[in-house]
């Protein structure tokens, strides 16, 4: 009877629905707040293949900072969409909404393989600041309508699936905040190289963008960014020179 019982319950215990890994998720958790532009991607797992979906997409933020979509988007080269869904599509409803899919009245004779987790396209994101110092959080969260269209489901051939966002936990959020300054690293990449010095270049030169803060490209503290700055960067980098801001090599910046 003890037999019976524990083989009846395996038997109940196996019969029971798999939970179905559809899910979408954002794949970035931060940006620093030098960056007013960016692509935030957007990654899909589906276990089997999918021959349609329509999907929005809202964006809030937080903060002393606004955000809101661009216009530009792209397929992830090498992902299982590129290539396959050609008329695959990302469209902005409104600033603060997007929505992508792939619908079509008949099948594709290639659908979405099934697969893991993986980053399938990425879509444009502007902020704008109150200062160079505005911190915040940029919220991305799943919508059932976006306008006048735009169910949230996928589509296998056989009926509607209902994919989950950022795993049933709401929006998801990204820090945008501001990175601990390096003196010289006007590309804030934590490290002074060659990068900086194209990139003061570009400024002094060529009207490139300024650095943010103006004194961080100020690396040999005369209380301007200029070519003097370019030659500093270039003697520490390739030549040994003080480190940027620390004039006499004493290990104290001046500036």
């Known amino acids: 009877m003890k037999y019976f019982v524990i083989t009846l319950a395996l038997t109940m215990i196996c019969a029971l629905p798999v939970q179905a890994d559809n899910n979408i998720m954002i794949g970035l958790d931060s940006v620093p707040n030098y960056m007013t532009e960016f692509y935030v991607p ?41 290539g396959i869904y050609t008329g695959f599509w990302v469209g902005i409803v409104s600033p603060d909404s ?5 619908a079509v009245l008949i099948p594709w004779p290639d659908p979405l393989p099934a697969g893991p987790l993986e980053e399938l396209f990425s879509y444009e994101v502007l902020v704008t600041k109150n200062d160079i110092f505005s911190e915040g959080e940029i919220c991305i969260d799943s919508v059932i309508k976006v306008g006048a269209a735009g169910d949230w489901l996928w589509d296998d051939g056989s009926g509607n699936i209902d994919p989950t ?39 002094i030169f060529s009207g490139g963008p300024i650095p943010e803060p103006y004194s961080i490209g100020d690396a040999n503290c005369d209380g301007s960014v200029n070519l003097g700055d370019v030659v500093y960067i270039t003697r520490y980098v390739f030549r040994g020179g003080n480190p940027p801001c620390d004039t006499d090599g004493n290990g104290i910046p001046e500036c």
């Open 165 to 203: 966002f950022n795993e049933g936990n709401g929006a998801h959020c990204i820090i945008y905040y501001t990175p601990e300054m390096l003196c010289g690293d006007v590309t804030y990449d934590s490290k002074v190289n060659v990068s900086d010095v194209v990139y003061l270049i570009n400024y």
């Open 42 to 82: 957007f990654l899909f797992e589906n276990d089997v293949p999918l021959e349609a979906f329509s999907n929005g997409f809202t964006i809030t933020a937080n903060g002393n900072i606004t955000a809101e979509f661009g216009d530009e988007w792209q397929i992830t080269v090498g992902s299982r969409l590129d």
């Open 98 to 102: 997007i929505l992508c899919g792939a």
